[in-house]
Structure formats: C-alpha cells, structure tokens
C-alpha cells in the first residue's frame, strides 16, 4: 500500500508541527504502508532544527517544490504565532488584518495551484492509495481535495488544529465576511474528505457535526525521550516551559502568585528558577517585568529536540500552558507527551473540560488546574516547593505506552487499511 502525504512542515523545520508526521512516516512501513512525502522546497520556518533530517528514513520518496510565499517580503515586520499581540502597533494590526482577510485559509494558499499541477502529472504515472494531507497550515487540505476531485483518489485530512477556531484567529482581526469564508472551506474539506484524522476528542466532536468519519491519533513521545537521564536535577525550584509560548497562552494567574509567594517567603524567593525553553511572546516577558518575576527568569531560544528533552528531565516542575481562547478544550499540546515520560511533575492550567485533563490524571504526572483558579494554583505550587525541599518531588508515570509513536502509527495504518 502506498500513500502521498502533503506536508509544509518537514525537516529541517523545528517545533512541535513537524513531529507527528515525521514520527509516522518512521514507523508505516513497519505496517506494510510505503509513505512518499510531498513538502516545500523553500520554506520559510520559524524555528529550525537541522538534527531531525537524521530521523527520515533513508528508503522513502521525498517531492519537493517551491513555494511562493508573501511572508518572504515582510520578514522584519512578519506576524508569527508567538509575537502576536492582543495589543498591536498600527503596522502589526495592519499586518495582522491582512494575513487574516487576504490569505484564506492562510499565506500558504498561492502553493494549492502548482502544486495540483504537479502532483496530478506524477499520481497519473505513481498511483497512490491514499492522499493525507496534515493542517495547518490549511492550504495542504486545499490540495488534498482538488486532488481528490481530479482523480477520484481516496483521501485522509489530518487537522493538527481547526480551521476556523484555531487559537490565534481572534488576533488576526477576522471580519465577519472572512469568518464566514473559512467556516465555509471548513465543512467542504470535512464534508470531501473520506476520513478526518483530529488529535483530541473535543475536535473529533466538532467535526462530527459535519462528518461522521472522525477519528482520534493523539500525538505522542518516541524513543529518544526514553532514553536514561545522564544529568542530575536542577538545584533550584525551577518551572520549566519548553517550547512556544504565544500571547494567548500568558498565564497572568500564574504569575500573580508566584509575585505573592516570592513577597511571603523569602526562601522561596531564593529558590525559584522560571525557565523559558523556545520562542516566547513578548506579551509574556512584559507580564514577567510587571510582575517583579523577570530577575527569577531565565529566556533560551529554540534549542535541537534532542536537547529540549534533556532540559525537560532536569527540571523540577513542568509547565503546560494552554491558550486562554475559545475552544481551548481540544488544544492537545505535542509536548504534553514528551512531558509524561519525564519523570517530572507536569503543573498544567487549561480550560474546563480539557481533553488534557483524561491525558494527565490517567497517566499520574501531575496536577491540572483551571486558567483563574488562584487559590488552588497557589497551595500547588506550595505543595510542590514543600516535596522539592523534602527531596521527594517526583511522579510515578502509568499507562504511557498507548502514546508512543509505533502505537499510534499501527492505529494510522488500520485507519488506511480500511480505506
């Protein structure tokens, strides 16, 4: 069996977009699936991470074409995920409103045309299976359907995020016109596609209003987090934060006790280390200035995976933040899975009813509190400190396995299977 994934995000990009497929591209031929990759040829990422490539497998097919894409004249001034602010210059709201208004479903788009071109000349001469196409960026649905209307080829959508309620669109100053668009291209993707592939059970709810064909693959954590820690733990009370932190996900509930802890105990205050691991918004290290936090704080840029998994084991405290949006509920953040096999506390504030909430307690790793739950937040956190001074501050992980990476990937080739 084979099938062609449509990707933006491949190696050498970093982050947590590029994992889950990357990780099951590793693992489908063990389930007798040959997977060829379609990906740009002149990406413009964020965040780099060179040491992925070493993961692709050496006998897959790898297409790339180039990619047109308006973010490449705007570089100084781009309007990332992480730096959006919910209080903008008047360049950053005009830019903002033009990524928003004038990219549907986003920059990516002006790749769905030659893309259909080529990739509709070589499946009439390299017949596929399936056609998976992973979002956002969304436009990669775009060529999933275009291609399935052509030649009638089966086709899997994987939505990492949805479309019209992913966290940062409020931020993109959408008028109700554009709303109304992506809500459009929403349900014709869902509608089209043969199956929808979604990470958290709340998304596969809200697709199943459009689609009874959703199913649920988290993503997960493989190998190399289970490797043996060769480092000793920080020495300090550190609550570590690994990997983007945007304006939406600013925990100012968060940092409001830690301000009266610090003011109450002067030991604590000696003790506490905030450690921000990746590409954090400027919003939140103005909240740290605000709150008298920013002299407890350390700011590292994006780091190699490989080294982000070792920071995770060293820390005391892990942190999970989760955008304060509507529809948060479904947001299922990579790291949360790397997280679990850590060995450390995870501290997690999420929305009521939090598909995290089922992630965490099943799995023992830590404590899942509300956004604005103040006075649970702060006996935590003392809880927490108090097991740290003990020495006793650890977790005793159950039930992980169903989250590695083969795990999950047999799942994906049964779901292929059956299409």
Known sequence: MKVLIITYYWPPAGGSGVQRWLKFVKYLQDFGIEPIVYTV??????????SLID?????????????????????????????????????????????????????????????????????????????????????MHLIGMRLKQKLGVKWLADFRDP????????????????????????????????????????????????????????????????????????KKFT????????????????????????????????????????????????????????????????????????LQKKAQVLLLLIPQVKGSEGIITGKVFEYITSNRPILALVPKGSDLIEIIEGTNTGSVLEFNDTIKLKTTILELYKKYKEGDLSVDAVNIEQYHRKNLTKKLAQILTKL
Not at 41 to 50: F, G, I
Not at 85 to 110: C, E, M, V, W
Not at 245 to 271: C, G, H, R
């Open 41 to 50: 040829d002149n990406p413009n990422y964020d965040v780099v991470d060179a």
């Open 55 to 139: 993961e692709i497998p050496d006998t897959i097919t790898i297409l790339k074409q180039p990619i047109f894409e308006p973010n490449n004249f705007l570089k100084k001034k781009r309007v990332t995920t992480a730096n959006m602010s919910s209080n903008p210059s008047f360049i950053q709201k005009t830019l903002q409103y033009i990524r928003g208004n004038y990219f549907i479903p986003d920059a990516r788009k002006f790749w769905v045309k030659p893309s259909v071109k080529y990739l509709t000349s070589y499946l009439k001469n390299n017949p596929v299976d399936v056609v998976i196409t992973t979002g956002p960026p969304h436009s």
């Open 239 to 310: 609550l570590s934060h690994i990997g983007l932190l945007p304006t939406q996900s600013n925990p100012i509930a968060l940092w409001q006790v830690l301000k009266e802890i610090v003011i109450e105990n002067e030991e604590f205050a000696q003790d506490l280390q905030l450690n921000f691991v990746g590409n954090s918004s400027k919003q939140v290290i103005n909240s740290l200035k605000d709150f008298d936090l920013l002299n407890h704080a350390s700011i590292i840029d994006y780091v190699a995976h490989s080294e982000a998994i070792q």
């Open 163 to 234: 479309m019209l309620n992913l966290f940062y669109n409020n931020d993109l100053l959408l008028t109700t016109t554009s709303k109304a668009k992506l809500n459009q291209l929403e349900k014709e993707i869902l509608s089209k596609s043969d199956v929808v592939v979604t990470v958290s059970k709340h998304l596969q709810k809200e697709f199943q209003k459009q689609i009874s064909k959703v199913e649920v693959i988290t993503n997960g954590y493989d190998d190399e987090v289970l490797i043996e820690q060769t480092s000793s733990l920080d």
